[in-house]
């Protein structure tokens, strides 16, 4: 083997060692439940996601422009350590798209959840503010019915309210992100 074929080989593993590094350290989906202390409020999912509330978000495209703007509707209800969240998404473009949630906590601080969209099962942990959770979603048909891996953080904020960002991958390239807020619903 030349030293010209050895350095480059060597300069590609370097290169891929680095990238691992960054993703793993350095990047939203390198996050896990032990990056986050007590120092925050505590995420209590049965209190913090419970009732009627609302989310406003936005969708950045794979360029990181903005590419569409929703509200929803959440309806939250629990039945021990079963709950269902019905949602209802209203988009800046006049569609609607609706989603059920069945979330199922396992009381070691996890938890697994499917809707119809999610193949599989979404799993994910609850460390002091942060829920963080990966799942496989299925996009609508006419949204070209891709199937993304989605790595999905909500924050609870001092105030209550929700920071939601999600990102979603295919053949591990980023082509969506979400970011969110959910919080309760105004009652008059």
């Known amino acids: 083997m030349s030293d010209a074929v050895f350095f480059f080989l060597l300069g590609g593993a370097v290169l891929a060692v680095l990238v691992a590094l960054r993703r793993r350290f350095a990047d939203f989906s390198g996050q896990t439940a032990d990056d986050y202390s007590e120092d925050y409020p505590q995420f ?3 209190e913090h996601l419970n ?3 609302i989310c406003d978000g936005v969708i950045f495209g794979p ?3 903005v590419t569409s703007t929703f509200t ?4 939250i209800s629990w039945d021990g ?7 209802l998404f209203h988009y800046n473009d006049g569609s609607t798209q609706t989603r059920s949630w069945r979330i199922e906590l396992d009381g070691g601080g996890g938890f697994e959840a499917t809707a119809d969209d999610v193949p599989g099962k979404a799993r994910g942990e609850i460390a002091g503010p942060a829920v963080l959770f990966n799942y496989l979603i299925t996009l609508p048909a006419d949204s070209g ?4 891996r989605a790595f999905d953080c909500m924050y609870l904020t001092d105030n209550g309210t929700i920071v939601n960002r999600s990102q979603f991958r295919k053949f591990g390239f980023r082509v969506a992100e979400l970011v969110a807020t959910i919080r309760k619903k105004e009652t008059v």
């Open 63 to 65: 360029l990181g422009r």
């Open 72 to 75: 929803a509707d959440f309806d």
């Open 44 to 46: 209590i999912m049965r």
């Open 51 to 53: 009732g009627q509330m």
């Open 81 to 87: 350590d079963i709950c269902t969240m019905d949602e």
């Open 145 to 148: 019915g891709h199937t993304l």
